[in-house]
């Protein structure tokens, strides 16, 4: 699990490699110069030129050491940077080792004319030491970049970004890469600013390791790492009781479909035994579509009352509808079960039309929605990270797990703990993908992964499952179906 560290724990991580690895801090800057150097050899065409913005701090620094080295790889590279404000010190002594070697352009006379089509742009300016007025000639010189078509990479963040998404400037570089030096920023993750980020690529720059184990955090990247730790594998001695009951809860009339493809996926992930609990209506289909599930009538044209399975873990809301009649069999439900449960789609809609049933939601539930369904139930927001920071309230207060469904899904623990998703692709921008993500997370819940487990597990093969089947689809035709199908190619990757 990769720790995400605010803006003041990133320069304490510097601080505390300088001092205690120990190395200077030139050498630490040449550490992240060289590693953006090897990076931009491998994937820019051999034949670009660079322009390297370099501000007067230590990003800047790291800048001018990196054109120094792109030089050195016989790399045409020039540099711009601003002769009108102090340097910082590191940036000074590499400013000096590129003086006959590397052409300088003052920034007051940068113009889009010294860029050619094949130039790629690289922006130092301020890194992660933003400064909220950035003033000219800088916001002279972002304007101008910005209007360019070249690609634009970012050492360690987009200048104008901050690293916490709280203190960004009104002007920034919109870039197409960023290159972050040992860690992730939360601002990658948040549509308002993660847009402006391109693709993010995490450059290892040998800091402290004591540090980074030691320094306490609320916020988590989800990796591959963490995954295969959470993930149990399965004994060839087991048999279908090992692996739970899942009941789905859910497909009014018009809505099947909602429950179908919840049930589906449980089954796929590896419930023993799914259960679909739903209206007469979704009978015949459940047959057909799904034989490996179990089919409990809850009513005519709705669910009029939720069954009682013993030993079943619920996932309610695909489907489930709206009216007084499924308040009521949703209210009886949560009145008698003790268990954690996941509520999704319609579930919460009705929650947040009788906010009194969130006081009967167990402990340690985990709530699914999408930043509409969110905002009514808890209220709107001014951006994501507003939401975030009113989830983590909202999941503390009401002792739940809220599943902030985003490009990077955060899942939001009512310990305070954080942890971004960064696997899937805007194919699941698409009706039914919410609905798999609740037969995926119950299935795990059947499994007896914990409902921590099951969320992060959960989000991650939703994501994973929409990655491995753009291999057969492109986004735009990407189904929640086709999401289904690739669950297995899932748990086979994991197998490795």
Sequence with gaps: MMKILNVNQLRECDQFTIKNKPIFSVNLMEKAASESCHWLLRNVNPSDDFIIICGNGN????????ARLLAQHSRKVKVVVNYGKKFS?????????????????????????????????????????LNKNIGQPWENVITEINKLSNRVVSLDLPSGLSPDGDKDSSIYVRANDTLSFHFYKKTFFHAETGVNCGRIHVLDVDLSAKYINEVVVSSFVVDDAEIKRIYK?????????????????????????????????????????TFISAPECAYSASLMQIPEAMFEFAGAREVEAINVIEGGEYGIGPGFGGTET??????????????P??????????????????????????????????????????????????????????????????????????TGEVYYNVTGNS??????????????????????????????????????????????????????????ESVGKVFNYLSK
Excluded at 234 to 261: C, D, M, N, P, Q
């Design 233 to 273: 594998t399965r004994s060839e001695f087991s048999h279908k009781g090992h692996f739970g009951k899942a009941v789905v809860v859910g497909g009014s009339y018009g809505k099947t479909g909602a429950i179908l493809l919840a049930g589906r996926v449980c089954a796929r992930v590896g419930a023993g035994l």
């Design 427 to 484: 194919g699941l921008a698409k009706g039914g993908s919410g609905d798999v993500l609740t037969g995926i997370i119950t299935s795990l819940l059947a499994q007896k992964y914990s409902p921590k487990e099951a969320a992060i597990f959960g989000v991650w093969i939703h994501g994973k499952a929409a990655d491995l089947a753009l291999k057969n689809q492109a986004k735009e035709s990407l189904l929640a179906s086709d999401v289904i």
């Design 326 to 339: 499924a308040r009521l069999a949703l209210e009886n439900f949560l009145r008698s079960h003790s268990r």
């Design 89 to 129: 010190k590191d940036a000074v002594t590499n400013l000096q080792r590129i003086q006959e070697t590397v052409p300088i352009i003052d920034a007051s006379d940068f113009t889009p004319g010294t860029i050619s089509n094949s130039t790629v742009i690289v922006d130092a300016i301020f890194g992660i030491g």
């Design 59 to 66: 990003n800047g620094g790291d800048g001018l050491a990196l």
């Design 341 to 414: 449960i996941l509520l999704d789609a319609d579930a919460l809609t009705l929650l947040s039309r009788h906010f009194n049933l969130l006081s009967w939601v167990p402990k340690d539930s985990i709530l699914t929605p999408h930043p509409k369904e969110f905002d009514r139930l808890f209220g709107a927001s001014s951006n994501s990270f507003a939401r975030l920071e009113l989830a983590k309230k909202m999941a503390k207060k009401h002792q739940v797990n809220i599943v902030l469904k985003d490009h990077h899904t955060q899942i939001v623990l009512h």
